[in-house]
C-alpha cells in the first residue's frame, strides 16, 4: 500500500551531506518525495510501500554520514498525491524552530588523496572540501546553512562546481564551501619586508614562497580556519626565539604541527587513546609527554615534560608541511595563534597590518572568517580525555543539559571566558574567548554572543553571571541585560553544577563537590579555592575549606609565588630563613615590606586557593620564584614529580572546625614537613610527589567526612587545580578505592572555560 509520511529530523544535519544522503537512501528503496532544509533542522516528505518507508526509517537512525548526528526524529502522517521521483528541494525558511550548525571539520582523506594526485582538477587545491570536511561554524553567518548564508557566497561556482554541487551522486553535492582554483578564494603570500611596490605572489608559488621563509628560519602568519596562526621551524632555536620576542609571550609552552601521526610519534610519546584523538577531525592540540628522541628546539616548551601536538588539519597547512613527493622542509612547524600576549586572535582582512608587523611575511586568502576560533587544546589522563580549551572543532556543538531550563544566557568567568546559550536540555558552550580584561576580548565577546544567538536561534529571557563585584564579565552582563533579569552565581558552585552536569546528575541528590582552583570569590568576601562543598543545584553547603592564609598584594601575590611561600611560612610560624628558596628570592627590602603587609593585612586578601597552595610549596621546593604564565610554578612542579614513588610517605593538613561548624584543613603542618624535607635534602621531585598525594589523601579524608555527615558517595572534582594530571589521576584512584564513585570533566574544561554551563544550571534551578 502506498503511504505518506513527514519525518522531521534535527540535530547537526546540514553541511555534513545529509540530503544526499537522504536521496540515495530513498532512490536506493524506491521512494519518492523531496528533502529540504529548515531552520528545525531537516524535512522529508516520503511516498512510497509501508515496508520501504519502515525500513527507510531504520537505516536512517544507524547509517549516517560520518559528520553528522541526529538528535531526534519527528514522524508524522501526510496526505499522498502521487509524486514522481525524489527531489532535493529549495530551502523552507518559514518553519519555526531550530537546527545545528556544525563544527569546522578537518581536510578529509578522500579530499587528501585528490589533492595529491597530479591528474585531479583540484591537485594542490588549497581550498578543497567536500560535504565530509571543511570550514563551517567559522563561515557561517546564519542558519538555515546555505552558501548564501556563509562567506562563500562572494565567490560564484564555476560550471564544473555547479554541476557537482548539483549532483547527488556527486561527493560535493551542496557541499557549501565548494571551490576549485577556477572558481575559488586565491592564496596570497606577502613578503612584509620587501619594498611597498614588490608584487604578491599568488596560487602555487605563495605556496612555495612561503615554505622558503620557513626553512630559512623566518616566521610566516598563515591565515587558517579561525584566525592567523604565526608559524616557524620548530626545530630552529632563534626562529622560535624571535616568534616569542615578536609575541611578547615569554615561557608559555607553544604548540607545534606536524603533518600526520608519524610527524606525531616523532616527537611525543603517542599511545593508543591519544593517538585516537589526534587524528579526531576536530584535530585538537594533545598534550603528550616528550618523545625519548625529541629534537624540538629548547624555546618551544621549557620547563615540562609535555609537548603540544596537533595534525594538519587544512588543506594549506598540508600543503606547507609538504605533500608526499615535495621537496623536504620543516616537519614540525611551531603554530600559534597570532597576536599579542592576552589580546584575541587576529582573523579580519582588516587585521592583516597588524599580522604584517608580527611576521615576516603572510600567507593569507580572501575567503572571509566570520567568527575567530581558537585551537582546542585536551589531554588523555589515564585512558580518559580531559577538555583544557574546548573551541574550535567543538564549538557549536551543544553540550546536554540534565534539566529543561528557560532561554538562558550565562556569561562565564573573566579568565579563559567561554559563554553559553541554553535552552531546554541543550548547552551551547561558545568558542575560546579569552581573558576579559582585555578591551578587544570584550568587543570579541560581544560579536560572538550575537553570531552564537543567530546559529542558536536561542533569544535568552535571562542572564547569569559571577558573583564577583568586579569581574569584567558580571558588568557586561548587568550593561547588556535590557530588562532581562540578572542572577549571580557563586564561582565554585558553578564549578562544581558544570561537573554534575556533565556527568548527568539531575540535582535530586546532592554530590560531595571538591572545587580547587587559583581564584574565585567567597560569599564571605574571601578568595575561595580550597573548597569542599556539599552541592545540589539549587544550592549549596560549604563543608570544608584550606585555612586561610594572607594573599599579599592580589597579582603580585599571584605572579611571583614566593610571596605566597612566604605568606605560608608566616602563617606556619617559620622564619624567614635565607636559606628558603622563596627567601633568598625576596630582596631585604621587599621582606619589609611583605613583613609590615602580612602584619597589619594592608593590601592583603585571605585566601583558601589550593592554587596559591601549590604555588607556594613549588616555590619553597625551589622550583619557581615567579611566573611567565598563569599556573607555571604548579604545571613545572607537577613535571618534576610525574612517575617519581614517593611510597607511603605524603604529609599531613591540620584539622581544625571553625565557628560556623565547616572543617578547616590547616596547611602548617604541610608546610613545616616541606621544610624540614628541604633541609634533610630531600630532591624537589619527591617533595612534589609527596605533596601530590598529600592533597589526594586530603580530598579522600574530606570526602570521608561528608559521607559519614550527609550519607553521599558520588564526588564531583571541578577547578583549575584538576588539571593537574597526577593529582586528577590520583584522586581518581584513592576515592573510587574507598568506595566513593568520582565525578570528573571530560568535554568541558576543569577550569573557569567550564564555568557557564555550570552557571546556566544552578541559574536556572533558583
Ligand atoms: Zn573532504
Ligand atoms: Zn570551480
Ligand atoms: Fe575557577
Not at 587545491?125 to 565530509?132: A, G, K, R, V, W
Request: proline share 6%.
Amino acid at each position: 500500500m502506498i503511504t505518506a509520511i513527514r519525518l522531521h529530523v534535527q540535530g547537526v544535519v546540514q553541511g555534513v551531506g545529509f540530503r544526499p544522503f537522504v536521496y540515495s537512501l530513498a532512490t536506493e528503496l524506491g521512494l519518492t518525495g523531496t528533502v529540504g532544509n529548515s531552520p528545525r533542522g531537516v524535512v522529508i516528505d516520503l511516498e512510497g510501500e509501508d515496508l520501504s518507508l519502515a525500513e527507510f526509517a531504520t537505516v536512517l537512525r544507524v547509517r549516517q554520514p560520518p559528520l553528522a548526528r541526529i538528535d531526534s526524529v519527528e514522524c508524522v502522517p501526510a496526505q499522498a498525491c502521487g509524486r514522481a521521483g525524489f527531489r532535493i528541494v529549495d530551502t523552507d525558511t518559514t518553519t519555526a524552530g531550530r537546527t545545528l550548525a556544525p563544527p569546522d571539520v578537518a581536510t578529509c582523506d578522500d579530499c587528501l588523496r585528490e589533492m595529491a594526485d597530479p591528474g585531479n582538477r583540484r591537485y594542490r587545491h588549497p581550498f578543497i572540501t567536500c560535504t565530509n570536511c571543511g570550514p563551517r561554524f567559522t563561515i557561517i553567518e546564519e542558519l538555515p546553512y546555505d552558501r548564501a548564508a556563509t562567506t562563500m557566497h562572494g565567490f560564484r561556482m564555476c560550471s564544473e562546481c555547479a554541476a557537482e554541487y548539483a549532483d547527488p551522486r556527486n561527493r560535493r553535492f551542496h557541499a557549501q564551501p565548494i571551490a576549485c582554483p577556477q572558481c575559488g578564494p586565491t592564496l596570497t603570500f606577502v613578503d612584509t619586508d620587501a619594498d611597498a611596490a614588490a608584487v604578491p605572489v599568488n596560487g602555487e608559488n605563495a605556496v612555495h614562497r612561503a615554505r622558503e621563509f620557513l626553512r630559512d628560519g623566518k616566521i610566516v602568519a598563515v591565515k587558517g580556519i579561525g584566525g592567523y596562526h604565526l608559524a616557524c621551524d620548530a626545530r630552529n632555536e632563534s626562529a622560535v626565539q624571535e616568534l616569542r620576542a615578536r609575541k611578547r609571550r615569554r615561557g608559555k609552552p607553544l604548540a607545534v604541527m606536524v603533518r600526520d601521526i608519524n610527524g606525531a610519534y616523532a616527537v611525543g610519546r603517542v599511545n593508543e587513546t591519544q593517538s585516537r584523538a589526534l587524528t579526531e577531525c576536530s584535530r585538537p592540540i594533545v598534550l603528550v609527554d616528550k618523545a625519548s628522541k625529541y629534537d624540538l628546539a629548547p624555546s618551544v616548551a621549557p620547563g615540562i615534560p609535555d609537548i603540544g601536538i596537533m595534525l594538519a588539519y587544512n588543506p594549506i597547512q598540508n600543503l606547507l608541511l609538504g605533500l608526499p613527493g615535495d621537496a623536504a622542509g620543516p616537519t614540525a612547524l611551531v603554530m600559534t595563534s597570532a597576536n599579542l600576549g592576552g589580546e584575541p586572535i587576529l582573523f579580519r582582512g582588516t587585521d592583516l597590518e597588524r599580522v604584517s608587523a608580527l611576521a615576516d611575511s603572510v600567507l593569507t586568502h580572501d575567503r572571509p572568517i566570520r567568527v575567530p576560533c581558537d585551537d582546542s587544546v585536551q589531554r588523555v589522563v589515564d585512558g580518559r580525555r580531559v577538555m583544557l580549551r574546548r573551541s574550535r572543532g567543538y564549538a557549536p556543538l551543544p553540550i546536554e543539559l540534565p534539566l529543561d531550563v528557560a532561554p538562558i544566557l550565562a556569561v562565564g568567568a573573566d579568565l579563559k571566558n567561554t559563554f553559553v546559550i541554553a535552552d531546554g536540555t541543550s548547552a551551547w558552550p561558545s568558542q575560546h574567548i579569552g581573558d576579559m580584561g582585555d578591551v578587544a576580548v570584550l568587543d570579541g565577546f560581544t560579536a560572538a554572543r550575537t553570531h552564537f544567538e543567530s546559529i542558536t536561534g536561542v533569544t535568552p529571557s535571562q542572564v547569569v553571571c559571577d558573583e564577583h563585584p568586579r569581574y569584567h564579565s558580571s558588568a557586561w552582563a548587568r550593561r547588556h541585560a535590557a530588562g532581562r533579569p540578572v542572577r549571580t552565581v557563586g564561582h565554585h558552585h558553578a564549578h562544581i553544577a558544570a561537573v554534575m552536569g556533565e556527568n548527568g546528575c539531575d540535582g535530586s541528590e546532592p554530590v560531595i563537590g571538591m572545587a580547587f582552583d587559583g581564584t574565585g570569590y567567597g560569599a564571605d568576601g574571601a578568595v575561595w579555592g580550597g573548597e569542599m562543598l556539599l552541592a545540589t543545584y539549587k544550592g549549596f553547603r560549604r563543608l570544608a575549606h584550606l585555612g586561610y592564609v594572607a594573599l599579599p598584594g592580589g597579582d603580585a601575590g599571584v605572579e611571583r609565588p614566593y610571596r605566597m611561600a612566604m605568606s605560608h611560612l608566616r602563617s606556619a610560624g617559620i622564619g624567614w630563613d635565607s636559606e628558603l628558596p622563596p627567601v633568598a628570592a625576596c630582596s631585604a627590602r621587599e621582606r619589609s615590606v611583605l613583613g609590615h603587609q602580612l602584619e597589619t593585612g594592608f593590601g592583603c586578601v585571605e585566601t583558601s586557593s589550593m592554587g596559591r597552595l601549590f604555588d607556594a610549596v613549588a616555590a619553597l621546593a625551589g622550583v619557581r620564584q615567579s611566573v611567565e604564565y598563569e599556573a607555571q610554578a604548579a604545571i613545572e612542579f607537577e613535571g618534576i614529580s610525574r612517575g617519581i614513588d614517593c611510597g607511603s610517605e605524603y604529609y599531613v593538613f591540620g584539622e581544625r572546625e571553625d565557628a560556623g561548624g565547616s572543617w578547616i584543613a590547616d596547611p602548617g603542618p604541610v608546610i613545616r614537613s616541606v621544610v624540614d624535607d628541604l633541609r634533610n635534602g630531600v630532591s624537589a621531585g619527591v617533595i612534589g610527589a609527596r605533596f601530590h598525594e598529600s592533597v589526594a589523601r586530603l580530598v579522600v579524608t574530606w570526602a570521608q567526612a561528608a559521607r559519614a555527615a550527609a550519607g553521599v558517595d558520588d564526588v564531583a572534582l571541578s577547578g583549575g587545580v584538576f588539571q593537574n594530571p597526577l593529582l586528577l589521576a590520583r584522586a581518581r584512584v584513592l576515592l573510587s578505592d574507598a568506595g566513593f564513585r568520582p565525578l570528573t570533566h571530560h568535554e568541558l574544561p576543569p577550569n573557569d572555560g567550564g564555568l557557564a554551563y555550570g552557571q546556566v544550571l544552578v541559574g536556572s534551578s533558583r
